[in-house]
């Protein structure tokens, strides 16, 4: 399993991103996908995920309400629209994925990094 993300950079604080993640090696119908985040100094932290198979959604509380999972079947790929950008969204996003039922996500991409400024 391949993941690559893209779609990282700089924004000003209000402004709005789409990361993109395009998985390959297998089907997804048995897994959930998910955006991870890292900021400086800080720990790896969920984002959101998504059940691949019927589009069911998970948010942290930082995220809710401006950020939205989505994903295309037949592109095989994840996106993260992220709007109403905050500083303190500035991050390393990573995708990652899982088979349902995994307490750990298996597969990670590389990250893209998202810099918002005030």
């Known amino acids: 399993v391949q993941l690559q993300a893209s779609g990282g950079g700089l924004v000003q604080a209000g402004g709005s991103l789409r990361l993109s993640c395009a998985a390959s090696?297998?089907?997804?119908?048995?897994?959930?996908m998910g955006w991870f985040r890292q900021a400086p100094g800080k720990e790896r932290e969920f984002v959101a995920g998504?059940?691949?198979?019927?589009?069911?959604?998970y948010y942290a509380d930082s995220v809710k309400g401006r950020f939205t999972i989505s994903r295309d079947n037949a592109k095989n790929t994840m996106y993260l629209q992220m709007n109403s950008l905050k500083p303190e969204d500035t991050a390393v996003y990573y995708c990652?994925?899982?088979?349902?039922?995994?307490?750990?996500?298996?597969?990670w991409g590389q990250g893209t990094l998202v810099t918002v400024s005030s």
């Open positions: 998504i059940r691949w198979s019927d589009g069911t959604t």
């Open positions: 990652a994925g899982k088979p349902i039922g995994n307490s750990r996500y298996t597969y």
């Open positions: 090696g297998r089907t997804f119908s048995s897994y959930e």
